[in-house]
């Protein structure tokens, strides 16, 4: 048995409530306690972090590359130990690397390297998101047009089953696939996002009741929310099952459109950043435009960090700290359904820790 590792701070956030001068209680990287410090045996081995805070980790479900590897160009374990290094940096314990429109063959290139770094012991990696192909080329952004199309069963069953275990995610337009190949997907205990769509409010609805879980990257690349259509953006707003995922970096979405959103839809508006990185080959150019990337002349990524993003949603879309919080780790963790173990501080969780100084400021993940 590995011995208890306790930890305090003037501030500890459970992802429901604000607790001061109490300890966390860890063992094998599980939280076996959360108890006043007055409680604590005299010869504990405590470490206390003083004039800071412990917030549950962060988890972010988008993000392409770090440090000059594009995923999709590289697709190898160095990439995605960049990758974890730069989530890690910004607050994020956990990831879904994601690939944008491509190749089948990259797609499999993906899978394999995330396997192969799950059998070196990596962690942080919590399998792939594929963004696309199947989508609608109206909404296409910065996706690749000459590769979308509408797959056939035959087609999409042989990708999950070479993915099985690693794909958690697949972001499709609800209006170019069909019934049959949302429930196959399912079936994978994939997750099933709309995105990239033109779909009328009535077809995202009837996308929603067989069984579209998410949608990625509200008001971006989706039919948008009018008087007489309300679209995609506005049957997520409505329906009181699906979540969705925001960028706030200012660029991507408008500040006051995040806080209508969040009035609207609560506990099921979450955070990514889709952060990308410079890219010179492959089908995606990325390239740095102050806080931003543009590919192929169009707005194709961020520069956020999960720490960022929460920040920004303090200082620009009035949300409160704690529901910040929540939105980069408990809601992440529903979508994934692991908000049993994650997302939290709470006994029986995953020991996933984030401590902040008073600035906000990443410190370091425990």
């Known amino acids: 048995m590995a011995d208890p590792k306790i930890f305090t701070a003037n501030r500890i956030f459970t992802g429901e409530h604000w607790l001061e001068n109490y300890a966390v209680v860890t063992e094998a990287g599980i939280i076996t306690d959360l108890l006043p410090a007055t409680e604590l045996p005299a010869a504990s081995p405590l470490e206390d972090f003083g004039n800071s805070m412990l917030v549950p980790a962060f988890i972010d479900l988008q993000i392409y590359g770090a440090y000059g590897k594009l995923l999709a160009v590289y697709p190898d374990t160095d990439s995605l130990s960049k990758l974890s290094d730069y989530c890690r940096k910004g607050g994020a314990a956990y990831c879904l690397p994601a690939v944008a429109t491509n190749t089948y063959e990259v797609f499999h290139q993906c899978i394999e390297a995330i396997r192969a770094y799950w059998k070196q012991g990596g962690d942080c990696i919590l399998g792939l998101h594929i963004e696309g192909p199947w989508i609608n080329p109206v909404k296409r952004g910065a996706h690749i047009e000459k590769l979308i199309h509408s797959p056939s069963l035959e087609e999409a069953e042989k990708l999950l089953e070479f993915g099985k275990g690693v794909i958690k995610i697949i972001t499709l337009a609800p209006e170019v696939v069909s019934k049959e190949l949302i429930l196959l997907i399912q079936s994978y205990g994939v997750v099933v996002a709309a995105g990239h769509s033109n779909a009328t409010y009535a077809q995202a609805k009837n996308g929603f009741a067989n069984g579209i879980r998410a949608v990625t990257h509200l008001y971006n690349a989706m039919s948008p929310l009018q008087h007489r259509e309300p679209g995609l953006t506005g049957a997520a707003m409505d329906d009181e099952q699906v979540m969705a995922s925001i960028i706030p970096d200012g660029h991507h979405v408008d500040y006051a459109a995040i806080r209508i959103a969040k009035k609207t839809m609560g506990e099921r508006l979450f955070v990514i950043t889709d952060a990308v990185t410079d890219t010179g080959s492959g089908y995606y150019r990325h390239e740095r435009n102050g806080d931003k990337y543009v590919a192929n002349d169009t707005l194709s990524g961020s520069a956020l960090t999960m720490n960022k993003a929460m920040q ?36 029986g969780y995953s020991a996933s820790l984030l401590l902040l100084d008073p600035a906000l400021n990443v410190i370091k993940l425990l």
């Open 312 to 347: 920004n949603l303090l200082q620009y879309a009035g949300v409160e700290l704690g529901e910040a919080i929540r939105m980069c780790s408990l809601y992440p963790a529903r979508v994934m359904r692991m908000e049993d173990r994650l997302g939290k501080i709470e006994k």
